[in-house]
């Protein structure tokens, strides 16, 4: 059995304590749309329980800001075989991210809404733009600004109440930061060869990974299978997937080292990729 001191138990009240004033100041709510299209506003610790946000539509759609390269879109995920509403090219770039990893199971964008009051009893809001899944049931509420001061002081202030909100729900909260460049680019490009027919002929992936069952350069271990031309697809298919790997902090070319995959249910925790365009899916 373990003791825990006066202090240690006095501290431990007190935290329970805090948790229990910021659930009755907050009075979190989530509004959601559900599967045929009502909305829906009911108690987060309710919703967060028993609502599948992964399979929602947007509560409300992304905004469109004049002057902007890139507008709102859909993020086709090789992890779900669906769309996934995107809303800027910083969130594009989570998505390949969160796509890569084994260990989602479900994305979406913004598919709810947290109300809350303060102590005065005024009523805030905020749509985390991106919802992932987890495969243990937890999952990750983000925003995924473009730079440090994206959204200002209302960011700011909603930063500590989503914490708690998420924390009540054994979910996270979190500000993503942008992409390194490099790894940013390497993970669009292998993007583009997420969707299974870049497999290529039945097998044509298992020649792949057995021409990578040691580390050699991308190119060598691609000529050993055959053509380039026909070989590369699925070279590039099983690094994004995670069946090999490749340093994602150095540009991906011809010479960059493949190795084996070793980490994670498939690899892909070790391996280059990510956010990706999809214009080769």
């Known amino acids: 059995m373990m003791h825990v001191s006066g202090k240690g138990a006095a501290a431990a009240a007190s935290g329970r304590s805090r948790q229990t004033r910021a659930d009755a100041e907050y009075g979190w709510e989530a509004v959601f749309a559900d599967p045929l299209g009502q909305v829906v506003q009911q108690r987060w610790a309710d919703a967060a329980l028993a609502v599948a946000f992964e399979e929602l539509e947007p509560v409300s759609a992304f905004p469109v800001v004049p002057g902007q390269r890139w507008g709102p879109g859909q993020w086709w995920s090789a992890t779900t075989g669906r769309h996934v509403a995107c809303g800027s090219a910083a969130m594009r770039a989570q998505l390949m991210v969160l796509d890569r990893d084994p260990e989602v199971v479900g994305l979406a964008g913004r598919p709810v809404r947290l109300l809350w009051r303060d102590g005065r009893g005024k009523v805030y809001s905020w749509v985390p733009q991106l919802f992932a899944r987890y495969s243990n049931g937890t999952a990750l509420l983000a925003d995924c600004p473009s730079r440090p001061e994206a959204g200002g002081e209302r960011a700011r202030r909603a930063v500590p109440v989503l914490e708690a909100a998420c924390a009540q729900a054994g979910f996270s909260y979190r500000r993503l930061e942008p992409l390194q460049k490099v790894e940013a680019a390497n993970l669009k490009w292998l993007a583009g060869y997420r969707h299974p027919r870049n497999q290529g002929r039945p097998g044509l992936a298992a020649a792949v990974r057995e021409a ?9 271990g691609t000529e050993a299978v055959g053509d380039p031309l026909e ?17 994602v902090d150095v540009p991906l070319n011809a010479h960059v080292l ?21 214009g080769r899916q």
């Open 258 to 278: 493949v190795s084996p995959a070793t980490g994670g249910a498939d690899g892909r925790r070790d391996s280059t990729g990510g956010p990706g365009s999809g």
């Open 212 to 220: 990578f069952s040691r580390p050699r350069p991308l190119i060598e």
């Open 231 to 247: 070989v590369l697809p699925a070279v590039f298919h099983a690094l994004w997937h995670g069946h090999l790997t490749a340093p």
